[in-house]
Protein backbone atom coordinates (compact mmCIF):
# COMPACT_ATOMS: atom_id res chain seq x y z
CA UNK A 1 0.00 0.00 0.00
CA UNK A 2 1.26 3.40 -0.42
CA UNK A 3 0.26 7.37 -0.58
CA UNK A 4 -0.53 9.28 -3.46
CA UNK A 5 0.42 13.07 -2.32
CA UNK A 6 -0.06 16.19 -4.86
CA UNK A 7 1.98 18.91 -4.56
CA UNK A 8 1.07 22.63 -6.38
CA UNK A 9 3.89 25.20 -6.93
CA UNK A 10 2.07 28.39 -7.61
CA UNK A 11 4.09 30.61 -10.02
CA UNK A 12 3.83 34.45 -10.16
CA UNK A 13 6.60 36.23 -12.32
CA UNK A 14 10.07 34.58 -11.88
CA UNK A 15 8.96 33.23 -8.24
CA UNK A 16 6.58 30.05 -6.92
CA UNK A 17 4.55 30.09 -3.53
CA UNK A 18 6.44 27.62 -1.37
CA UNK A 19 5.79 26.97 1.84
CA UNK A 20 8.03 26.32 5.37
CA UNK A 21 6.13 23.19 6.71
CA UNK A 22 5.40 23.23 10.44
CA UNK A 23 7.34 21.66 12.85
CA UNK A 24 4.74 18.85 14.12
CA UNK A 25 4.62 17.78 10.24
CA UNK A 26 5.18 13.65 10.20
CA UNK A 27 7.17 14.31 7.30
CA UNK A 28 9.66 17.14 6.31
CA UNK A 29 8.83 19.35 9.37
CA UNK A 30 10.05 22.41 8.83
CA UNK A 31 10.98 22.03 5.53
CA UNK A 32 10.22 24.08 2.25
CA UNK A 33 8.14 22.20 -0.36
CA UNK A 34 4.78 23.26 -2.24
CA UNK A 35 1.57 23.56 -1.46
CA UNK A 36 0.02 19.99 -0.87
CA UNK A 37 -1.33 16.95 0.76
CA UNK A 38 -2.67 13.41 0.48
CA UNK A 39 -5.71 12.26 -2.45
CA UNK A 40 -8.52 10.86 -0.44
CA UNK A 41 -10.64 8.31 -0.90
CA UNK A 42 -14.09 10.11 -0.46
CA UNK A 43 -13.19 12.65 -3.21
CA UNK A 44 -16.11 14.41 -4.51
CA UNK A 45 -15.04 13.88 -8.09
CA UNK A 46 -13.13 11.00 -8.94
CA UNK A 47 -12.43 11.61 -12.64
CA UNK A 48 -9.97 14.08 -11.65
CA UNK A 49 -8.86 13.30 -8.04
CA UNK A 50 -4.97 14.72 -8.32
CA UNK A 51 -5.93 18.18 -9.78
CA UNK A 52 -9.12 18.26 -6.86
CA UNK A 53 -6.39 17.38 -4.42
CA UNK A 54 -4.28 20.19 -5.51
CA UNK A 55 -7.07 22.85 -5.02
CA UNK A 56 -8.33 21.26 -1.80
CA UNK A 57 -5.17 21.54 -0.56
CA UNK A 58 -4.26 25.11 -1.97
CA UNK A 59 -7.44 26.02 -0.15
CA UNK A 60 -7.03 24.48 3.06
CA UNK A 61 -2.99 25.37 3.38
CA UNK A 62 -2.61 28.40 2.00
CA UNK A 63 -6.48 29.97 1.44
CA UNK A 64 -6.28 30.09 -2.28
CA UNK A 65 -9.48 29.35 -4.19
CA UNK A 66 -7.84 27.61 -7.65
CA UNK A 67 -11.23 27.33 -9.61
CA UNK A 68 -10.98 27.79 -13.24
CA UNK A 69 -7.01 27.84 -12.71
CA UNK A 70 -5.64 25.50 -15.19
CA UNK A 71 -2.69 23.07 -13.96
CA UNK A 72 -0.01 22.14 -15.72
CA UNK A 73 1.51 18.45 -14.68
CA UNK A 74 5.09 18.90 -13.61
CA UNK A 75 6.71 15.27 -12.58
CA UNK A 76 5.62 12.58 -10.61
CA UNK A 77 8.26 10.61 -7.52
CA UNK A 78 8.32 7.74 -5.79
CA UNK A 79 9.85 7.97 -2.24
CA UNK A 80 9.21 6.73 1.55
CA UNK A 81 8.38 9.00 3.58
CA UNK A 82 9.79 9.94 7.33
CA UNK A 83 7.71 6.74 8.95
CA UNK A 84 8.72 4.81 5.60
CA UNK A 85 5.52 4.77 4.35
CA UNK A 86 6.00 4.50 0.61
CA UNK A 87 4.87 7.68 -1.17
CA UNK A 88 4.14 8.57 -4.74
CA UNK A 89 4.33 12.25 -4.82
CA UNK A 90 2.73 14.19 -8.38
CA UNK A 91 3.67 17.75 -8.80
CA UNK A 92 1.03 20.47 -10.52
CA UNK A 93 1.58 24.36 -11.16
CA UNK A 94 -0.44 27.09 -11.97
CA UNK A 95 -0.18 30.92 -12.08
CA UNK A 96 -1.47 32.60 -8.38
CA UNK A 97 -5.29 34.08 -9.47
CA UNK A 98 -4.90 37.79 -9.93
CA UNK A 99 -5.75 39.01 -6.29
CA UNK A 100 -4.89 36.51 -4.36
CA UNK A 101 -2.54 36.63 -1.30
CA UNK A 102 -1.31 33.30 -0.23
CA UNK A 103 -1.48 33.25 3.70
CA UNK A 104 -0.52 30.24 6.21
CA UNK A 105 -4.49 29.51 6.88
CA UNK A 106 -3.26 26.13 8.00
CA UNK A 107 -0.58 27.16 10.81
CA UNK A 108 -0.17 23.46 12.07
CA UNK A 109 0.91 22.37 8.77
CA UNK A 110 1.87 25.67 7.24
CA UNK A 111 4.97 27.28 9.46
CA UNK A 112 5.43 30.10 6.60
CA UNK A 113 4.91 31.31 2.81
CA UNK A 114 7.56 32.22 0.97
CA UNK A 115 7.94 33.59 -2.99
CA UNK A 116 10.96 32.36 -4.05
CA UNK A 117 12.83 31.55 -7.45
CA UNK A 118 14.85 28.66 -8.06
CA UNK A 119 18.08 30.06 -7.37
CA UNK A 120 17.08 31.56 -3.84
CA UNK A 121 15.13 28.08 -3.12
CA UNK A 122 18.09 26.19 -3.72
CA UNK A 123 20.10 28.31 -1.36
CA UNK A 124 18.09 28.92 1.06
CA UNK A 125 18.99 26.29 4.32
CA UNK A 126 15.61 24.74 4.85
CA UNK A 127 15.01 23.70 1.11
CA UNK A 128 15.77 20.14 0.37
CA UNK A 129 17.37 18.92 -2.72
CA UNK A 130 13.94 17.10 -3.94
CA UNK A 131 12.04 20.50 -3.30
CA UNK A 132 14.97 22.36 -5.56
CA UNK A 133 14.86 19.85 -8.25
CA UNK A 134 10.56 20.19 -8.40
CA UNK A 135 11.13 24.16 -8.69
CA UNK A 136 13.82 23.77 -11.65
CA UNK A 137 11.51 21.85 -13.46
CA UNK A 138 8.14 23.89 -12.71
CA UNK A 139 9.93 26.75 -14.42
CA UNK A 140 11.18 24.43 -17.49
CA UNK A 141 7.92 23.07 -17.37
CA UNK A 142 6.48 26.96 -17.65
CA UNK A 143 9.04 27.44 -20.67
CA UNK A 144 8.70 24.54 -22.53
CA UNK A 145 4.75 24.00 -21.90
Known amino acids: MFVVNVEVYLRRGDRCLLIRRGEGMSNAAGLLAGVGGKAEPDSVN ?19 DLTGVPLSYVESVFFPADDG ?19 AA ?3 EVAEVLWLGPDEA ?12 SLLKVFETHIDG
Do not use: M, Q, Y
Open 46 to 64: RDDILEETARREVAEEVGV
Open 85 to 103: VPVINVVFTGELPPGAEPR
Open 106 to 108: SPD
Open 122 to 133: ANHPKCPAWTAR
